[in-house]
């Protein structure tokens, strides 16, 4: 496994913004397509968003589309997720992962072995 780096959570008021970022070592990153998922309480873990390993193909849950934008930079070796018009329903713990499968014809993203710690977002009503 591949150790991961997660930043930028907090607590933020319904409708504001944050950015989440995830850190893999080198080659480890850029070989890798990456994903972000999350936890609320009392619920399983579900999948948010995801992107190759080349940046240009991304997919999302349909909950936080148009809202949530994954993107990447290997110079920095760094996934992030800018999420906006947040709502007090994406309160959860949010992961990174890393080295995940990719279904283009569905859209599909099936998580890797390597996990980040995770992070707490909070959004107040």
């Known amino acids: 496994q591949v150790q991961l780096a997660e930043s930028g959570g907090g607590l933020v008021q319904a409708g504001g913004s944050l950015r989440l970022s995830c850190a893999a070592p080198?080659?480890?990153?850029?070989?890798?397509?990456m994903g972000w998922y999350r936890q609320a309480p009392g619920k399983e873990r579900e999948f948010v968003a995801a992107i190759r390993m080349n940046g240009v193909y991304t997919t999302y849950a349909d909950s936080v589309k148009g809202r949530f934008t994954i993107s990447r930079s290997d110079a920095a070796n760094t996934v992030y997720r800018q999420m906006d018009n947040l709502k007090p329903e994406d309160t959860a713990i949010y992961y990174c992962?890393?080295?995940?499968?990719?279904?283009?014809?569905?859209?599909?993203?099936?998580?890797?072995?390597?996990w980040g710690p995770g992070t707490q977002v909070t959004v107040s009503s």
């Open positions: 992962n890393r080295g995940g499968a990719l279904n283009y014809a569905t859209s599909e993203y099936y998580a890797g072995d390597s």
């Open positions: 080198g080659r480890a990153f850029t070989s890798a397509h």
